[in-house]
């Protein structure tokens, strides 16, 4: 077992993390003061981006990508995790679904999202279906060859800068043994696309200036060429980008909880109280033993659920443990964190309890904590017949 990176990961690691810092941190400030980020800032840093050949690094080689293979970009996620997701989402990195695509769709939305021409966003989340996705109510009727569409989106993460949306959308009903089940088509929808309207959603105590957004559709007509993929096949190319979604959540909580321990390792070997620094004392430096133990385990689970995915090895579960372990961490240390600085961490002068309301919403997006127990607990009892 060789857990050492290779010299191109660790460089890839140093180039990400130096980005992060120079490119990322300056801004955060005031992006957290005004839950805005300036559209010219969001294009800068993209351009940067494109400058190190990091855009679109998590596509293959063909189709314009860096072709980094999951343990690779697990690496870039990590580092990105800890900036400002405000800010780290013009590190382009368009979605994997986008491989369905057919010819005709690759010249028009997956060759310009790999380029930075066209920012894409996907929507399955509905008011009324969260984790149960296939309780989506947003339905697509057919009408001769175009299908026309009626229904909310809710929760859909950075649809505000999105040129294209890639849509889940229930178009109609299969019996199963457990009754009625929705068929899910997958739609690729431009902005400004008739009867297609995106709204800024609900403000969040997380990610401020990481926009959610509503989206409405009111009898929109959508060719069918606008398919990605078959007709009530949506959940099949769903799959691979919910596990990549998984993954990176894990990867950035491991990234964002290293970011807050070092402001915590760094504050109990300076801040003295009663004549010594108060790391010296076993009621802070064991907080920090434990703290950087869990962010190793979460770091180690992570990578390996990603080596997985890189030998083509069954990793639904193994990503589901990183995901759950790797946000509940993050949620610990930010706690621990503030405890070591006591008052001081809960000021603005500190980013720590930006990363403490941040960490909270990690274990709801892409498949809550118990969602991520489910799938762990049924991967474990289904071939023993349970």
């Known amino acids: 077992m060789n857990f050492a990176l290779t010299d191109e990961q660790q460089m890839i690691v140093d180039t990400v993390r130096a980005f992060v810092e120079t490119e990322i941190y300056p801004h955060e400030n005031e992006v957290e003061r005004t839950g805005h980020v300036p559209p010219e800032l969001g294009q800068e840093i993209a351009r940067k981006c494109k400058e190190i050949g990091f855009f679109g690094c998590n596509m293959p080689e063909e189709v314009g990508g860096a072709g980094l293979d999951h343990t690779s970009f697990t690496l870039v996620e990590r580092e990105l995790g800890r900036g400002s997701m405000a800010l780290t989402v013009f590190f382009g990195r368009p979605s994997g679904i986008l491989m369905a695509c057919n010819d005709e769709q690759r010249e028009r939305y997956l060759l310009p999202a790999v380029s930075g021409e066209k920012f894409d966003a996907l929507a399955m989340t509905e008011p009324d279906a969260g984790s149960d996705v296939r309780g989506m109510k947003c339905f697509a009727r057919k009408d001769g060859d175009d299908w026309v569409v009626n229904g909310t989106k809710h929760f859909i993460?950075?649809?505000?800068?999105?040129?294209?949306?890639?849509?889940?959308?229930?178009?109609?009903?299969?019996?199963?043994?457990?009754?009625?089940?929705?068929?899910?088509?997958?739609?690729?929808?431009?902005?400004?696309?008739?009867?297609?309207?995106?709204?800024?959603?609900?403000?969040?105590?997380?990610?401020?200036?990481?926009?959610?957004?509503?989206?409405?559709?009111?009898?929109?007509?959508?060719?069918?060429?606008?398919?990605?993929?078959?007709?009530?096949?949506?959940?099949?190319?769903?799959?691979?980008?919910?596990?990549?979604?998984?993954?990176?959540?894990?990867?950035?909580?491991?990234?964002?909880?290293?970011?807050?321990?070092?402001?915590?390792?760094?504050?109990?070997?300076?801040?003295?109280?009663?004549?010594?620094?108060?790391?010296?004392?076993?009621?802070?430096?064991?907080?920090?033993?434990?703290?950087?133990?869990?962010?190793?385990?979460?770091?180690?689970l992570t990578l390996s659920a990603a080596w997985r995915l890189d030998q083509g090895l069954p990793s639904n579960r193994e990503i589901a443990s990183a995901k759950v372990y790797a946000t509940e961490m993050l949620a610990r240390v930010?706690?621990?964190?503030?405890?070591?600085?006591?008052?001081?961490?809960?000021?603005?002068?500190?980013?720590?309890?930006?990363?403490?309301?941040?960490?909270?919403?990690?274990?709801?997006?892409?498949?809550?904590?118990?969602?991520?127990?489910?799938?762990?607990?049924?991967?474990?009892?289904?071939?023993?017949?349970?």
């Open 157 to 300: 993460s950075h649809a505000n800068i999105a040129d294209f949306v890639i849509v889940f959308i229930a178009t109609g009903e299969e019996d199963t043994p457990r009754g009625k089940k929705k068929l899910i088509t997958c739609f690729l929808v431009d902005r400004g696309t008739p009867g297609f309207e995106i709204r800024e959603g609900y403000n969040s105590v997380s990610h401020r200036g990481y926009k959610n957004c509503i989206l409405n559709f009111d009898e929109c007509r959508l060719p069918s060429a606008q398919i990605l993929g078959e007709v009530h096949k949506g959940f099949d190319i769903a799959n691979d980008w919910l596990y990549a979604t998984r993954l990176t959540v894990a990867a950035t909580s491991v990234g964002r909880a290293r970011r807050a321990f070092d402001y915590a390792l760094n504050y109990a070997a300076e801040r003295k109280q009663f004549g010594k620094p108060i790391g010296a004392n076993q009621g802070v430096s064991f907080k920090l033993a434990d703290m950087i133990t869990e962010i190793d385990a979460a770091d180690l």
């Open 334 to 386: 930010t706690d621990e964190a503030i405890q070591i600085f006591g008052g001081m961490g809960l000021m603005d002068d500190l980013p720590l309890a930006r990363f403490w309301r941040d960490a909270r919403v990690e274990r709801i997006w892409d498949g809550t904590s118990e969602i991520q127990r489910h799938i762990i607990s049924r991967d474990l009892l289904r071939p023993l017949g349970a």
